[in-house]
Structure formats: structure tokens, C-alpha cells
């Protein structure tokens, strides 16, 4: 069955950090992974792709099929990056199961 | 930019009461999809439906069902409301392969 593990509930840096925030997935095939973001009384929206590899908003991220991994990170962090992050995964139908979320907390 | 439109931000219902939640999409897309929100427990998908009068149980489909009658409309029905159904709720809809867009929620409360 698929699955997508956030491991961190909440990951705190200081403006000007680098940010790592960590997504593994489970997956019996070719995975399509997504990072979606939901700002504080904002809906929530896509931030990346990995079919797309571009870079939003500073970040990035790459899926590496060898560690199962998709975790996004941007070499410098700012106040406005303050928001829940959710990693998705393409299950089908253009479903999504989506990981539990990590809020990010960035302090001036 | 498309639009997807949740008929009420907030909703405060009595246990055991049918409750409609409405979706309305401008964007021509095939598929819709009811997702809850918790804190803690991420995204998980109730229902979806990729035509009219097509529907798909997903994750946790159970006190709920779904209509769609038409195309840009996907309704969210709780059959008869309980408590362990206070959740925000989250409405999308998509292309075949493409991003999902989202509504902006409706939080629901049952007393």
C-alpha cells in the first residue's frame, strides 16, 4: 500500500537557515510526488512537482528512488516560508495520499 | 486561475443531522475529490469521482456519501452527522495527471 511519512510535526529555524524538511514514501511502481503548501487562513496550494523540476519560491526538491525519498529544501530560509507543508503522492486517478504534514516555523 | 468554491466556511450541526457540502469548480475538470483535514493526521481522501455520476470511495468513506450530478459540482453528504465528523473539510478538482486545486475549506462542527 502506499504511505508518505513526514517524520517531523514541526521543524523551527531562524531567518537565513537552510531547510530540510524530510518526506519518504512507499510506493509499488513509478511515483509522482508533489509538495503542497497551506499558508496560515490561505487554501492550499501546490509548491513543486518532482516531474516538473523547477525551484518555487527558493525551494526545491529532488526524488531519489534509491532512499525512497522527496524531501524539499531551500538554502535560506524566510519569515514568509511560515506555513504547513504536505508531501503527496500520486495514488491513482489523480488521487492523493498525502503525509501528515510539517508546520514550519521561521524566526527573525 | 481556477476556482474552486466551498459553499460555507463554517458549519455548526446537531449530532444525528444530514449535512450537505457543497463544491462548485469553474475549470471544466474531470475529477473531484473530498478530502479531511485533522491536525496531526494529515490529508485523507473520502470520496472522489472522475465523471458525472461516477464516484470512488477513497481512504475513509464510511457515514459519508458523495453526488455528482453535474460536472463542475460535487456534493459531500453526511448521512447522519456525529461528533468524531468535526473536521475542516477540503474540496479539489483536476485534470487527468495535473496538479489538484483546492478549495478554501469548510469547517464543520457537530454538537
Known amino acids: 500500500a502506499q504511505r508518505v511519512t513526514q517524520p517531523e510535526k514541526l521543524l523551527s529555524v531562524f531567518k537565513g537557515a537552510p531547510v530540510e524538511l524530510k518526506c519518504n514514501y512507499s510506493?509499488?511502481?513509478?511515483?509522482?510526488l508533489f509538495w503542497y503548501v497551506q499558508y496560515s487562513r490561505q487554501r492550499l496550494q501546490l509548491l513543486l512537482r518532482?516531474?516538473s523540476r523547477e525551484s518555487i519560491k527558493g525551494f526545491t526538491a529532488d526524488l531519489n528512488k534509491g532512499e525512497t525519498s522527496f524531501h524539499l529544501k531551500k538554502p535560506f530560509a524566510q519569515e514568509e516560508d511560515s506555513a504547513m507543508y504536505y508531501c503527496?503522492?500520486?495514488?491513482?486517478?489523480?488521487?492523493?495520499?498525502f503525509g501528515k504534514g510539517t508546520m514550519l516555523l521561521v524566526s527573525p | 486561475d481556477v476556482k474552486v468554491t466551498q459553499s460555507s466556511r463554517y458549519l455548526v450541526k446537531r449530532t444525528g443531522e444530514k449535512v450537505f457540502l457543497e463544491c462548485v469548480q469553474d475549470?471544466?475538470?474531470?475529477?473531484m475529490f473530498w478530502y479531511r483535514q485533522d491536525p496531526g493526521l494529515g490529508l485523507r481522501l473520502i470520496y472522489f469521482?472522475?465523471?458525472?455520476?461516477?464516484?470512488e470511495k477513497g481512504d475513509i468513506p464510511e457515514g459519508y456519501s458523495v453526488s455528482r450530478e453535474k460536472k463542475e459540482r460535487f456534493s459531500l453528504i453526511l448521512e447522519s452527522a456525529s461528533t468524531n465528523q468535526t473536521s475542516m473539510y477540503l474540496c479539489?478538482?483536476?485534470?487527468?495527471?495535473?496538479?489538484?486545486?483546492f478549495g478554501q475549506g469548510t469547517r464543520l462542527t457537530v454538537v
Open positions: 479539489a478538482s483536476s485534470l487527468w495527471g495535473d496538479r489538484a486545486f
Open positions: 510506493y509499488s511502481g513509478s511515483p509522482e
Open positions: 518532482h516531474i
Open positions: 503527496a503522492l500520486n495514488s491513482g486517478y489523480s488521487t492523493l495520499t
Open positions: 475549470m471544466d475538470h474531470e475529477n
Open positions: 469521482s472522475y465523471d458525472v455520476k461516477m464516484k
